[in-house]
């Protein structure tokens, strides 16, 4: 089965200390990957994505992503956390076969806690 | 990005009572969009993927007639919530893909009293 885990409920961190948010996938083919972010009440806001190419990917508000396609894995990084980076974060997959309507597979979601 | 617009964020209803909810792509045609729940500090699940010109498409254990959704234009998705009981207080977001993305309207907050 498909699937996308985001093995920590929850990750807290010191404000100006780097964060790391963690997920894995369990796709076949070549997925395309998404990082997504969730404040209290609202959609989901885009941060970055991995399509193809260098595997160092850097998206919104200083966030980076590496795929290891080995690991499976596209963690989510950040040199410097802020406060106002607390919120839930998705992990998320698209099958990039054809046919494909851009249906996305999401983590369970890791709440950041980043503290003053 | 592109944008979808969603609408209410926020309604209150009464049981029994049908909840409309609107999703628009505004600046972007979407042949498909995708209707979401998401249960307090959970991840979003899919109910149901929306198809402009045909019938949408429910993911298992989902009513479709407790759930309907019509996909009118290329940029109009609604998700109508009938009968509606407390049990179906929730959060629904939709989205619509646009290129290799996925954009997110602002969700909306059903409470059924």
């Known amino acids: 089965a498909q699937s996308v885990a985001q093995p920590e409920d929850q990750v807290n961190v010191a404000e100006g200390n780097p964060l790391t948010v963690k997920c894995t996938y369990s796709?076949?083919?070549?997925?395309?990957l998404f990082w997504y972010v969730q404040y209290p009440n609202r959609g989901l806001q885009f941060l970055l994505k991995?399509?193809?190419?260098?595997?160092l990917v850097k998206g919104s508000y200083g966030f980076e992503a590496e795929f290891n396609k080995s690991q499976t894995s596209f963690h989510l990084k950040k040199p410097s956390a802020l406060v106002s980076d607390s919120a839930l974060y998705f992990c998320?997959?698209?099958?990039?076969?054809?046919?494909?309507?851009?249906?996305?597979?999401f983590g369970q979601g890791t709440t950041l806690q980043v503290k003053p | 990005g592109a944008v979808v617009s969603q609408h209410p964020s926020r309604v209150i209803c009464k049981s029994g009572t049908s909840v409309k909810i609107e999703c628009r792509s505004l600046?972007?045609?979407?042949?498909?969009m995708f209707w979401y729940r998401q249960f307090p500090k959970q991840s979003l699940m899919l109910m149901a993927t929306?198809?402009?010109?045909?019938?949408?498409?429910?993911e298992q254990g989902v009513e479709k007639d407790k759930f309907l959704i019509n996909h009118a234009s290329l940029t109009l998705s609604t998700l109508t919530v009938t009968s509606a009981h407390p049990e179906d207080s929730s959060f629904y977001i939709c989205?619509?893909?646009?290129?290799?993305?996925?954009?997110f309207g602002q969700g909306t907050r059903l409470t059924v009293v």
């Open positions: 989205s619509a893909p646009e290129g290799t993305e996925a954009f």
């Open positions: 796709v076949s083919g070549n997925p395309y």
């Open positions: 991995y399509i193809t190419g260098d595997n």
């Open positions: 998320a997959v698209r099958l990039s076969r054809s046919g494909n309507t851009g249906k996305l597979i």
């Open positions: 600046d972007f045609q979407a042949t498909t």
């Open positions: 929306s198809n402009e010109g045909s019938k949408a498409t429910y």
